[in-house]
């Protein structure tokens, strides 16, 4: 009898055991699948919140063109930056006035946020490139993080006084121009890349002016058309570094490496 009770009461806490047992794994398996479900939306979450840098509209200077931005173009490619070399279609590309080019930007602007799905776009601007961005910029426009300006005339270049070479766009480039004077934009970060070139380091087609010896009177350091100091005349103005590259060669991937933790968006 002692033996029919003790295997009896074995029984039943073994039967108890499988009840609970069949009761508790449902719960459990839906708080491991809730789990592994909350681990993958924080990896999705993470993902999704990985800041992709902004596209990079690329304006050309004074008698270029769009081509000035090809060894750019594949560098930006490379880093996956969506990039945008502007051809301005209104007005005379490369002797256009800096407010007719600004005027155009609005809606060149607008198109490539509306292609992107971005908010912001930055741009970098080559000489009178930086000035078209400026007036453009004056407008009070929330939509431009970053300008970046290389060899850019900001108090304009003594060399543009004695030329009419290119007009209206050489007008910009004198000194005291309406466009050198512009206010600034407190919803942008400016920064600038200036030419601190030395003759002797090679020729260079530097002067679209004047001759090389009215060249070698501008103030020092330039780039052999712009001097430093009119490149960072502005107090609001950030510095990205100097290149040693005369001004119509700024365009390099040296020059690519000063800027791109900005463009990156780091």
């Known amino acids: 009898m002692k033996s029919i009770w003790i295997e009896s009461i074995i029984s039943s806490i073994v039967m108890a055991a499988i009840v609970i047992s069949i009761a508790v794994f449902p719960i459990l398996s839906v708080t491991l699948v809730h789990a592994q479900d909350n681990s993958n939306t924080s990896s999705t979450v993470a993902h999704s919140t990985i800041k992709k840098p902004f596209p990079v509209i690329l304006i050309h200077g004074y008698l270029s063109d769009a081509s000035t931005w090809n060894t750019w173009m594949g560098l930006l490619k490379k880093d996956g930056i969506p990039a945008y070399p502007i051809t301005f279609q209104q007005s005379d590309d490369k002797c256009g006035s800096a407010a007719a080019h600004a005027k155009e930007l609005s ?112 103030p020092k350091p330039n780039d052999g058309l712009v001097p430093v100091s009119s490149v960072e005349s502005q107090g609001y103005f950030h510095s990205l570094g100097h290149s040693n590259d005369c001004h119509t060669n700024l365009l390099g991937p040296y020059e690519y490496g000063l800027s791109r933790a900005t463009l990156m968006g780091k």
Request: charged share 15%.
């Open 107 to 218: 809606t060149k602007i607008a198109e490539i946020k509306r292609a992107t799905g971005q908010s912001k776009v930055n741009i970098v601007g080559h000489s009178k490139g930086g000035l078209d961005a400026r007036v453009y910029l004056s407008n009070g426009t929330h939509d431009v993080a970053n300008l970046i300006m290389i060899g850019t005339p900001n108090a304009g270049s003594p060399l543009a006084l004695s030329s009419n070479i290119c007009a209206p766009a050489v007008y910009d480039l004198k000194p005291g121009a309406p466009d050198t004077l512009v206010k600034m934009n407190p919803n942008t970060k400016y920064y600038t890349i200036a030419g601190n070139w030395n003759p002797s380091l090679g020729n260079c087609p530097i002067s679209l002016f004047a001759p090389m010896e009215l060249s070698n009177t501008l």
